[in-house]
């Protein structure tokens, strides 16, 4: 959540979101028109696009050189690409395919998979827990998880009565989040056993589409936004018997007084918490309009990010300890002229303490790819599966250097 990018009828942009009062234009590109996905690995110079021109092509670009690493071809209409250090996983309407990203290798082709017209799925940040999920079913709410690393499938999570609409997963990839087409009720499961771990009732007056579903980097919340003008903040509160597995939480950057006054609810019933209220709101002035959210650290205080599909950025002050209404303190204008960050070399590292990837950062080694298991020979043609045409990459992809894949905490 220290990035954002957006594509438009004239290409695609990148900003950094590293301040509240000024967005910096990390880059901007006019090449490929009408871009409806652009996804960046993490702050590096790995960025993503396809383009109603060509629905069925996925381009990777390295953007700070300016040079194309490769383009894959597909069968239909590309709908969503997730990625991580680990894997880049493109999906389309009855199929998944799960990509090496150290060298573009496609490994597992998952085809015959439910009708999936928006393309839902989520993949872990955290390249260790390279855990796929996404709908397993077109009737109910099930999730069918699937171990990106060992390319095998790992469990089936029957998650909402209804068809989902939304899946997350925390930063370690040992939480999921999803929601269903009602989006009354957002549930939170362990990974990867699938057991039922929070249960939010987002509201029952009406029936939303519930646009984005994210936790904070540190897991102790989680946000949903609508096609409504509501954002609701949930908070989790620790498990009685919860291991310490989570990175340090928000309240730690507001000071030990907030430490102190975390609440801890009494043992829980069957192992799973449920909560009716939302633990702090935000109310956009605008409603119906598609947007995602972030909950993120910025100079050192929690934030609560908001994008509209109109081209705007909403940044709102979130209170770690009492919640409540968020304050909106800036909005930004995406589609205007962006001031580009006049050094390009610090990009990528600003100022520490800047943000809590940043924190994490300091703390952490890059870890070997060496030992990660999931690399198959045959590339995942096995039993008859098609490869789909594609142009490879003439050798590993190699960006500027290995910084520019921020440590993950394991």
């Known amino acids: 959540c220290s990035s954002l990018a957006i594509g438009t009828t004239t290409g695609y942009r990148l900003f950094s979101l590293s301040s509240v009062e000024q967005l910096d234009q990390v880059h901007e590109s006019n090449e490929i028109p009408d871009v409806y996905i652009v996804e960046r690995l993490f702050s590096s110079s790995l960025v993503v696009v396809v383009s109603h021109a060509k629905p069925q ?3 990777v670009y390295h953007f700070k050189k300016g040079t194309e690493i490769c383009n894959y071809s597909y069968s239909s209409n590309i709908l969503s690409i997730r990625l991580n250090r680990q894997r880049l996983v493109v999906c389309l309407e009855e199929s998944i395919y799960i990509h090496n990203i150290k060298d573009m290798k496609l490994l597992k082709t998952i085809l015959d998979t439910p009708p999936n017209t928006t393309g839902l799925c989520a993949l872990s940040i955290n390249h260790a827990n390279s855990y796929l999920a996404y709908p397993g079913s077109a009737a109910s709410g099930e999730i069918a998880l699937y171990d990106g690393n060992t390319l095998k499938t790992a469990c089936t999570i029957p998650a909402h009565d209804g068809p989902l609409a939304a899946l997350t997963f925390n930063s370690t990839g040992s939480k999921l989040a999803s929601a269903s087409e009602k989006g009354t009720v957002i549930r939170v499961f362990s ?3 699938g057991q039922k771990l929070y249960e939010f009732r987002r509201g029952m007056k009406r029936y939303v589409n519930i ?3 994210v936790f904070s980097m540190d897991s102790q919340f989680l946000c949903a936004s609508s096609n409504t003008e509501t954002v ?3 908070k989790l509160e620790h498990l009685t018997d919860s291991r310490p597995e989570e990175p340090p939480t928000w309240s730690g950057y507001m000071g030990k007084m907030f430490q102190a006054a975390t609440n801890y609810l009494p043992a829980q019933v069957s192992g799973m918490m449920n909560q009716d209220r939302a633990f702090a709101t935000v109310r956009l002035n605008i409603s119906g309009q ?4 972030a909950l993120s650290t910025i100079q050192k205080l929690p934030r609560l990010l908001v994008t509209t599909s109109d081209g705007h950025l909403y940044i709102y002050n979130l209170d770690p300890q009492d919640g409540g209404e968020c304050v909106l303190i800036k909005k930004h204008s995406l589609l ?5 960050e006049e050094n390009k070399e610090n990009n990528l590292q600003p100022p520490l303490p800047q943000s809590y990837a940043a924190t994490v950062a300091r703390q952490s080694t890059v870890p070997s790819t060496s030992t990660m298991p999931g690399y ?3 590339g995942g043609a096995l039993r008859g599966e098609v490869i789909p045409e594609h142009e490879f990459a003439t050798g590993p992809v190699c960006l ?3 910084n520019e894949f921020p440590p993950v905490s394991i």
């Open 376 to 378: 198959s020979e045959d």
């Open 211 to 213: 646009s984005s579903l």
């Open 232 to 234: 609701h903040v949930f």
């Open 336 to 340: 205007g002229s962006g001031k580009m």
């Open 290 to 293: 598609r947007n995602i959210c």
């Open 57 to 59: 092509q996925m381009n």
């Open 191 to 193: 990974i990867p056993g």
């Open 400 to 402: 500027d250097d290995e």
